[in-house]
C-alpha cells in the first residue's frame, strides 16, 4: 500500500525489436541530443552503469480523473484528486548525458560498501531499527495502520522480515544511507557518484517514452514487466486484494534485480521491486515554478522525494510520474536506491 520531437530511428528500433512497446501504442515525445547506444560500465563495487544520453522529455502527466478512474475503477476518487502535484505537464530538458545504474542497488553490493568503508546504516546506529514484514502482525489493526511490522531492532536491511538473496535490492535503507554510499564511491573512485535528480529520475523512467509505465499504458498487462503487488502477494494482505493486479509476476516480496526487461535504455526495475530515494526536496506546486533546465528541486523541505513503486505497490501508483515522499531517516522494507554517476566533460 502507498500513500500519499521524434526518438533517434535506432531507439524505437530498439523497442520494437525487443517487445518494450508492450503492443501498447506509445506517443514518442523526448529526443536525445546524442547516440542512445547503451554503454555499461562497471564500478569498484560490481554495479552496471548505463550511459543516459542528454535531451528533453515532457515531465509530470496531465491526465484527468476521469481518464484514471476508466482504468483505475477501484480506486477511491479522493486518492485520484490527491496525484495533482504531477501537473502541469512541462517540458524539461536533461542538458549533460549521466551513467545511472543498470539496475537498483543490490545486498551484495550494499554490503561491500559496509565492510570496506565501515559506515554503520542508520537503523543500526540508532539502535530503532527498520520495518519489516511479520507474519504476527495484527491482521486486524484499523485500516490507517501500518501494513508492516516496526520500527523495531529486529528489522534492518539484513532482516526486513523475508528472505532475500544478494542479488535482491537493499531495503530498509534512509535518504541518508544512500548519500554515504554515494559519498563514499565519489571519494574512492574519483568521480561524483549522487543520487539523480527528480527529472533525471522520470526522464531515465520514461526512456522517450509518454505513456503511464516504460512499456506502455495498461495497467493489467504490468505482471509482465514489473513486480509489483499482485496475486502472488494477496495471501499476505487479503484485505486489499481488490487493490492487486490479477496476473502472478512470480514473487510475493523483492525479486532479483534485472528479473524483468529493461526499457529503451537499458534500465531495469525503473518501476517496480523497491522505492528509490531520489535527491530533491518535496514541494507539491514546485512543477508550476520549476527551471526548465536540469531542475533540482526546492532549495529546503523537510520530506525527499521518492519513486518507481516497490513489490508492495498498487499500480497506480508505479507510474513514471508519480511523487512518493518520506522524510530522510525513514527506512522501510519497501525503500531502495539507485546510484547516479556524473559523466566528465
Not at 549521466?98 to 561491500?112: H, P, S
Not at 518507481?308 to 522501510?332: L, Q, V
Amino acid at each position: 500500500m502507498n500513500f500519499k520531437p521524434p526518438l533517434l530511428p535506432a531507439l524505437l528500433s530498439l523497442m520494437v525489436s525487443t517487445g518494450l512497446a508492450g503492443g501498447v501504442p506509445m506517443r514518442v515525445f523526448a529526443q536525445a541530443t546524442q547516440s542512445p547506444v547503451r554503454l555499461v560500465s562497471v564500478n569498484s563495487l560490481g554495479m552496471e552503469f548505463v550511459r543516459v544520453p542528454a535531451g528533453e522529455f515532457m515531465m509530470g502527466s496531465d491526465e484527468t480523473v476521469a481518464s484514471l478512474q476508466r482504468d483505475f475503477p477501484q480506486l477511491e476518487v479522493k486518492r485520484l484528486d490527491e496525484l495533482s502535484d504531477e501537473m502541469p505537464l512541462h517540458r524539461v530538458k536533461i542538458s549533460r548525458a549521466f551513467d545511472l545504474g543498470k539496475t537498483e542497488v543490490t545486498r551484495a553490493q550494499f554490503e561491500k560498501f559496509l565492510s570496506l568503508s565501515g559506515y554503520i546504516p542508520e537503523s543500526i546506529r540508532d539502535k530503532t531499527g527498520g520495518y519489516g514484514y511479520s507474519v504476527s502482525h495484527d491482521r486486524h489493526r484499523p485500516e490507517k495502520a501500518d501494513a508492516f511490522a516496526g520500527r523495531d531492532p529486529a528489522y534492518s536491511w539484513k532482516t526486513p522480515g523475508f528472505d532475500q538473496a544478494d542479488h535482491h535490492p537493499v531495503v530498509n535503507v534512509t535518504w541518508h544511507d544512500a548519500m554515504a554510499m554515494a559519498n563514499w564511491l565519489t571519494q574512492k573512485e574519483g568521480v561524483t557518484y549522487r543520487l539523480p535528480t527528480e527529472a533525471e529520475w522520470e526522464y531515465a523512467c520514461k526512456a522517450g517514452t509518454q505513456t503511464r509505465y516504460p512499456h506502455g499504458n495498461d495497467p493489467q498487462s504490468l505482471t509482465k514487466w514489473a513486480n509489483l503487488f499482485d496475486a502472488s502477494a494477496t495471501p499476505h494482505w487479503q484485505r486489499w486484494q481488490d487493490k492487486a493486479l490479477p496476473g502472478n509476476d512470480g514473487y510475493a516480496f523483492t525479486s532479483p534485480v534485472a528479473s524483468f526487461p529493461p526499457n529503451a535504455f537499458g534500465l531495469h526495475d525503473m518501476v517496480g521491486n523497491a522505492w528509490e530515494w531520489v535527491s530533491d526536496h518535496y514541494e507539491e506546486s514546485y512543477y508550476k515554478t520549476s527551471p526548465a533546465t536540469d531542475p533540482l528541486g526546492p532549495d529546503a523541505g523537510h520530506l525527499k522525494v521518492r519513486r518507481g513503486g516497490s513489490w508492495h505497490t498498487w499500480p497506480i501508483y508505479a507510474r513514471c510520474s508519480y511523487r512518493n515522499i518520506n522524510a530522510p531517516d525513514s527506512r522501510y522494507t519497501l525503500l531502495g536506491m539507485r546510484l547516479l554517476r556524473e559523466v566528465k566533460p
